[in-house]
């Protein structure tokens, strides 16, 4: 036990995994790829997967490290969210209890996975009874707003992503509602960087479809490089949780991640995140109380 774990949601959008594994490929233990059987979406939609993708996999896995983990992730009296929180915490049990249990989705790409993990090894105590002291590691992601011939659009400012846990009692897709340690650490987040009905089928089939806001498609189909600073509150869910626009001069990853590695604006102060671990661990010392944890048996019953 105390491995490093990573688990990826496997669905519509697997080709994103050809650029998400690889950062993180050398330096995890164990890599599960979650697959629902019978190749559904959390809204119960149909995808197919390339067959060339599994070669691949196959060809790539050199350190026989990734394990397809298949199983019944749909159950239909579940919204979509709940199928998500569902999945989670089925491919976590997979993972081992007792590991560092990392979760990213297909779409999220490591800066510096390297790090991570020396971030994780400082926290290593956590591992002992991870029941009695759950914690949430905490990082930032880059979002991708939209790619343009010679570049792309991305979010301002850095947003909070849960990363990691000890124990996943989750409440809501990957958050546990647990302390939170945050952390410096940074990834490139392509949620957006689809073509338009790519964009579609991803709202449509997400946990949180049913709060799409009406205005973002109009922002997201005018937005360039030359207009982008005029478009504001660009959110796909509450529009003002994203307030403006950067520009990437270019469109390839490599160049993109040695940008936000010597941008000092595109990560965390270390003021900014001693404030706010200092707040998460006195908020959790007064909450010292029986905790409810999520009662899953209802989501195991396909009936």
């Given at each position: 036990?105390?491995?490093?774990?990573?688990?990826?949601?496997?669905?519509?959008?697997?080709?994103?995994?050809?650029?998400?594994?690889?950062?993180?490929?050398?330096?995890?233990?164990?890599?599960?790829?979650?697959?629902?059987?019978?190749?559904?979406?959390?809204?119960?939609?149909?995808?197919?997967?390339?067959?060339?993708?599994?070669?691949?996999?196959?060809?790539?896995?050199?350190?026989?490290?990734?394990?397809?983990?298949?199983?019944?992730?749909?159950?239909?009296?579940?919204?979509?969210?709940?199928?998500?929180?569902?999945?989670?915490?089925?491919?976590?049990?997979?993972?081992?209890?007792?590991?560092?249990?990392?979760?990213?989705?297909?779409?999220?790409?490591?800066?510096?996975?390297?790090?991570?993990?020396?971030?994780?090894?400082?926290?290593?105590?956590?591992?002992?009874?991870?029941?009695?002291?759950?914690?949430?590691?905490?990082?930032?992601?880059?979002?991708?707003?939209?790619y343009l011939e010679d570049g792309l659009l991305y979010v301002e400012q850095p947003t909070k992503v849960f990363l990691a846990t000890n124990y996943p009692n989750y409440k809501t897709a990957r958050k546990t509602k647990e302390r939170i340690i945050y952390t410096n650490n940074v990834l490139l987040h392509e949620c957006l960087s689809r073509t338009e009905e790519e964009l579609l089928f991803k709202f449509k089939n997400w946990g949180h479809s049913h709060q799409i806001n009406n205005q973002f498609f109009d922002k997201w189909k005018k937005a360039d490089k030359n207009n982008y600073k005029t478009i504001k509150n660009i959110f796909y869910l509450n529009p003002e949780l994203w307030k403006s626009l950067g520009y990437f001069d270019t469109k390839d990853l490599k160049k993109i991640k040695e940008i936000i590695k010597v941008n000092s604006k595109m990560s965390p102060s270390k003021f900014y995140l001693f404030k706010k671990n200092i707040g998460q661990y006195f908020k959790h010392l007064r909450l010292f109380k029986t905790k409810k944890d999520i009662n899953f048996e209802g989501y195991f019953k396909n009936d």
């Amino acid at each position: 036990m105390k491995n490093i774990v990573v688990g990826f949601l496997m669905s519509y959008d697997y080709e994103k995994l050809k650029l998400s594994i690889p950062p993180i490929y050398d330096q995890a233990d164990k890599i599960y790829l979650a697959l629902d059987y019978k190749y559904r979406t959390w809204n119960g939609e149909f995808f197919e997967i390339d067959p060339d993708f599994f070669s691949w996999l196959e060809q790539f896995d050199i350190a026989g490290k990734i394990e397809i983990y298949k199983d019944d992730f749909y159950v239909p009296k579940l919204n979509a969210i709940q199928n998500d929180t569902r999945e989670r915490h089925l491919l976590a049990l997979k993972m081992g209890i007792g590991n560092w249990l990392v979760q990213v989705d297909s779409d999220e790409i490591f800066i510096d996975f390297d790090q991570f993990v020396k971030t994780l090894r400082q926290h290593d105590k956590y591992l002992v009874n991870p029941e009695e002291n759950p914690v949430q590691i905490a990082g930032f992601l880059i979002n991708i707003y939209k790619y343009l011939e010679d570049g792309l659009l991305y979010v301002e400012q850095p947003t909070k992503v849960f990363l990691a846990t000890n124990y996943p009692n989750y409440k809501t897709a990957r958050k546990t509602k647990e302390r939170i340690i945050y952390t410096n650490n940074v990834l490139l987040h392509e949620c957006l960087s689809r073509t338009e009905e790519e964009l579609l089928f991803k709202f449509k089939n997400w946990g949180h479809s049913h709060q799409i806001n009406n205005q973002f498609f109009d922002k997201w189909k005018k937005a360039d490089k030359n207009n982008y600073k005029t478009i504001k509150n660009i959110f796909y869910l509450n529009p003002e949780l994203w307030k403006s626009l950067g520009y990437f001069d270019t469109k390839d990853l490599k160049k993109i991640k040695e940008i936000i590695k010597v941008n000092s604006k595109m990560s965390p102060s270390k003021f900014y995140l001693f404030k706010k671990n200092i707040g998460q661990y006195f908020k959790h010392l007064r909450l010292f109380k029986t905790k409810k944890d999520i009662n899953f048996e209802g989501y195991f019953k396909n009936d």
